[in-house]
């Protein structure tokens, strides 16, 4: 059972660490990056409270009807 969590945290750190470099070396001005973050987390955010039953500000995009 120690494994297994060791194993976890491992993974998570790594994708933590993953996730930070990849957002040092975007061609992103710092500005951009903290809008795009912000946009990002809102939708997670919205998806997880529709999937918990509560008010869904989220917006599929769908394609016009022609």
Do not use: S, Y
């Amino acid at each position: 059972m120690k494994q297994t969590g060791l194993c976890i945290v491992t993974l998570l750190g790594g994708a933590l660490m993953g996730a930070a470099i990849a957002m040092l070396v975007t061609p992103k001005t710092g500005r951009q990056m903290r809008d795009h973050i912000r946009d990002f987390i809102g939708d997670e955010l919205d998806k997880i409270r529709c999937k918990c039953g509560e008010e869904c500000n989220h917006t599929e995009v769908t394609e016009p009807v022609k």
